[in-house]
């Protein structure tokens, strides 16, 4: 049973530094891209962030130099260092995974979701 579970989410000041994490269960974690995505209420779901089995990301241009992805192999674990947050960072974040190696920032190139987890900056 393949699950994914975001956590790191909560309320935060702007210029704020939260972590996001995202555990895998039941995947073959390693070998796949994992992405970031972030949907506010009446809007689409965005990529945010992606990373291949390599470690090579790609950013949104908004958080280029801001936001970090990164992951460990060893934990299954994705991660996503948040930086200078600011208000148009709110959302709900959610960890995506796919089944080929890469980076994109397209929803369509990702078939599991977590359930997401919020972040809002204030």
């Known amino acids: 049973h393949v699950q994914l579970v975001e956590s790191g989410g909560g309320s935060v000041q702007a210029g704020g530094s939260p972590r996001l994490s995202c555990a895998v269960f039941?995947?073959?974690?390693?070998?796949?891209?994992m992405a970031w995505f972030r949907q506010t209420p009446g809007k689409e779901r965005e990529g945010v962030a992606s990373?291949?089995?390599?470690?090579?990301?790609d950013y949104r241009n908004p958080v280029t130099g801001r936001f970090t992805i990164s992951r460990d192999n060893a934990k299954n674990t994705l991660y996503l260092q948040m930086d200078s947050l600011n208000a148009e960072d709110t959302g709900t974040y959610y960890c995506?995974?796919?089944?080929?190696?890469?980076?994109?920032?397209?929803?369509?190139?990702?078939?599991?979701w977590g359930q997401g987890t919020q972040v809002t900056v204030s």
């Open positions: 995506a995974a796919g089944r080929w190696d890469g980076t994109s920032l397209n929803k369509l190139g990702y078939y599991l």
């Open positions: 039941g995947y073959d974690f390693e070998s796949f891209c």
């Open positions: 990373i291949d089995s390599g470690g090579n990301t």
